[in-house]
């Protein structure tokens, strides 16, 4: 397995410039020196390898939401069973010790990550500065997407008026213009990156509004400050957050949650849409439509509303391994799963997860509800292992997230979804540039029916 990570790793590191740069060259110019390389290289992989099969799909996939069936290429990021997200051939701690951080801050940037899925190499400060700058001068709201926002009622879900404020933006959608001009195939990656730039400097804004409108009775707690904040900084004092250490979190957050493979609901919507030649307005906002949903972008709320069920059960009781031990196979007699452990690929800790955990330890290593959290890290995988129904008993990203952002402050629950939705864009959006710089065409797989599948087997046995 070693052998193969490493195979992996080398090939999402090729397109990396072996030639080194002291100087700052923009993002478009740094992506249009390697697309040259990236094309060629799909289209000898096509010659080469177009008639071999990646896999198959059983019966029971085809009924099970597709799962783990080989079916689709995504550039940015590979999940791997055992050792979790790659971005570009880089794990999480990798991440963070390369991908240059904010001056006075420890967590990498969310800029750099793009730049890096993006263009599939380490940028320099340099360069993030470069894009820093660029980000701030697209980071204006128009005045008539305010207006859309302020417009909904306040008891409208946030992610409702996420998607409401991004179809906003629409209307100045370079991809869209240009097509209606008659562009050529060739430069659709050029609009479809302006629109990407152009919604991840625009969006943290339409979110602190969101946030302040929705729970502060207020448009927002400070003004957009990109000139001298990063994306991650000024998005939290929109907000009203101050902690230089949750700007830390929020540069972590944002990080981590940006990219996941192409298989999840936000990200395939993305591609799914964008395959239309819808541009990234469109696709983003269908993408958060889809991270709105329980199955993916609830999932940090139900674990933190499952863990203050647990500290109320507790009540006087003492916090130990035995009785937490007890109140866990309470929640699995009931007919409850226990939310926040497990995962449709990864069978080890997931490294997001992990790198949460270290965020707290230096943080906040003596708040009660990160005491819980670490406790059941020990409680939790002996329940479900003995319990014999899961694959993998290990926590994933969304058993830790939700207790940070509390600690800091940050309490509404049905907000929480929506600082996904914003790093989730950046991910999706350096796909979406891929996407259209390699020419992917309209995605449309085929279908069957259930009596067709009857047929089938029936007709051949």
């Given at each position: ?77 590979l999940l791997d069973s055992e050792e979790g997200i790659r971005f570009r051939g880089y794990s999480i701690p990798e991440c963070q010790k390369l991908l240059p951080s904010a001056k006075g801050g420890t967590e990498p ?53 996420l998607s409401i404020g991004l179809l906003a933006l629409q209307q100045d959608s370079v991809m869209a213009r240009e097509y209606a001009k008659g562009t050529v195939k060739a430069k659709y990656w050029e609009h479809t ?117 647990l500290r109320a059960k507790l009540g006087e009781r003492e916090m130990s391994k035995q009785s937490l031990t007890e109140l866990c196979w309470e929640t699995l007699k009931s007919g409850k799963v226990i939310p926040g ?121």
């Amino acid at each position: 397995r070693s052998g193969t990570r490493g195979v992996l790793a080398w090939r999402a590191r090729r397109w990396i410039s072996t030639s080194g740069s002291d100087g700052v060259s923009d993002l478009k110019a740094t992506l249009a020196e390697k697309l040259p390389a990236m094309q060629a290289e799909v289209k000898d992989v096509r010659e080469k390898y177009g008639d071999r099969k990646l896999g198959e799909c059983t019966v029971t996939q085809a009924y099970g939401g597709m799962r783990s069936v080989k079916c689709m290429t995504y550039e940015t990021s590979l999940l791997d069973s055992e050792e979790g997200i790659r971005f570009r051939g880089y794990s999480i701690p990798e991440c963070q010790k390369l991908l240059p951080s904010a001056k006075g801050g420890t967590e990498p940037l969310p800029e750099s990550l793009f730049w890096l899925l993006l263009t599939g190499e380490i940028p320099t400060a340099g360069q993030i500065d470069a894009l820093r700058a660029d980000l701030a001068s697209r980071s204006k709201v128009p005045a008539g997407a305010i207006a859309a926002i302020d417009a909904l009622p306040t008891s409208l879900h946030p992610m409702s008026q996420l998607s409401i404020g991004l179809l906003a933006l629409q209307q100045d959608s370079v991809m869209a213009r240009e097509y209606a001009k008659g562009t050529v195939k060739a430069k659709y990656w050029e609009h479809t990156l302006e629109d990407a730039l152009n919604l991840m400097a625009r969006m943290p804004e339409i979110a602190a509004r969101i946030y302040c409108r929705t729970f502060k009775n207020c448009k927002l707690a400070a003004p957009s400050d990109m000139q001298n904040l990063d994306i991650s900084a000024n998005y939290a004092r929109m907000m009203g957050f101050e902690s230089p250490d949750f700007d830390n979190l929020m540069r972590l957050y944002l990080t981590i949650h940006s990219d996941h493979e192409g298989g999840n609901v936000s990200a395939h919507t993305v591609r799914l849409v964008g395959s239309a030649l819808s541009d990234a307005y469109y696709s983003v906002a269908a993408g958060m439509c889809g991270l709105a949903g329980p199955l993916h972008g609830l999932a940090n709320q139900e674990v933190l509303n499952w863990l203050l069920e647990l500290r109320a059960k507790l009540g006087e009781r003492e916090m130990s391994k035995q009785s937490l031990t007890e109140l866990c196979w309470e929640t699995l007699k009931s007919g409850k799963v226990i939310p926040g452990f497990g995962h449709a690929v990864l069978r080890k800790t997931d490294p997001r997860y992990m790198c949460q955990r270290e965020f707290a330890l230096k943080y906040l290593p003596n708040d009660d509800m990160f005491k819980l959290v670490s406790l059941l890290y020990e409680v939790v995988p002996a329940v479900l292992t003995e319990q014999g129904k899961v694959k993998n008993p290990w926590p994933n990203v969304d058993a830790h997230s939700g207790v940070l952002l509390q600690y800091y402050g940050l309490t509404e629950q049905s907000y929480y979804t929506v600082l996904f939705g914003v790093s989730r864009a950046m991910g999706t959006c350096a796909s979406l540039v891929l996407d259209r710089a390699l020419m992917l065409p309209l995605e449309r797989p085929k279908s069957v029916t259930t009596g067709w599948i009857k047929n089938h087997f029936e007709s051949s046995s």
